[in-house]
């Protein structure tokens, strides 16, 4: 009887962790909903809560860190148990970078939106909106335990490198015809770049997801579009010092 309660009990430990990192993702979700809305309705408001709401996803992470870590200590898991728990720590770090960059995109928008508008901004909710769907359907893939599901969220990637290398380029060329826009241009060049980061880390959790589920690492060459590279390198190098 004992040994039965043991086992229903963590059964629902491993089901509270499952949960908190859903609460974690659902709420990464949100924040890079809102800062795209914020930077298309140029909503300095709405991005203002952007940036203050990064501490909430941070202050998840850790109680997921704390609770996992007691997971590993008191019941000294293994086989899926041990891939479910060491799964969920990676998720959440995939998902406290996500909400980094979600708060990323609010800070620059703030900024951004004391110049005068430019053209390309209609053009990043394209890229933010397949992001968003990747990261939703590898979650989505996590908590059903879906494999096809989070390989196809995963081949997605390439084509959020495409759409990023084109509007590089498309920015690069309105800083040449229009030297005034060079400031905005950058900015939004760096929100095209956070975004971009964010679909890496839902590739991430969908790599994850396929490692918890079947046991196996996904061995198929990591997607990556023309393009990525040099200049992509740099932008994360500046954005870093920045931090």
């Known amino acids: 009887m004992s040994t039965e309660h043991t086992v229903r009990s963590f059964d629902e430990e491993l089901k509270t962790l499952v949960k908190t990192v859903l609460r974690m993702g659902g709420l990464a979700e949100a924040q890079l909903a809102n800062a795209v809305q914020a930077l298309v309705r140029r909503d300095s408001d709405l991005a203002g809560r952007v940036v203050s709401g990064d501490g909430r996803i941070d202050a998840i992470e850790q109680e997921i860190n704390d609770f996992a870590i007691r997971m590993l200590a008191l019941r000294q898991p293994m086989a899926d148990d041990l891939r479910g728990i060491v799964g969920a720590l990676k998720i959440s770090s995939d998902l406290e970078r996500i909400g980094d960059y979600a708060s990323n995109v609010g800070k620059r928008t703030l900024v951004l939106n004391q110049l005068a508008p430019v053209k390309p901004v209609t053009t990043i909710p394209t ?117």
């Open 127 to 243: 890229m933010a909106r397949l992001v968003q769907d990747m990261v939703k359907d590898t979650l989505d893939a996590y908590v059903e335990r879906d494999l096809d599901k989070a390989v196809m969220a995963w081949s997605r990637d390439d084509e959020v490198d495409e759409l990023y290398t084109s509007l590089f380029r498309e920015l690069v060329t309105y800083m040449m015809e229009d030297p005034r826009t060079i400031t905005a241009c950058t900015h939004l060049m760096f929100i095209a770049k956070n975004i971009e980061r964010i679909g890496d880390h839902a590739t991430n959790i969908a790599e994850t997801v396929h490692y918890l589920v079947s046991g196996n690492p996904l061995r198929a060459a990591r997607p990556k579009g023309s393009g990525q590279g040099e200049f992509g390198d740099t932008l994360d190098d500046i954005q870093e010092l920045n931090r």
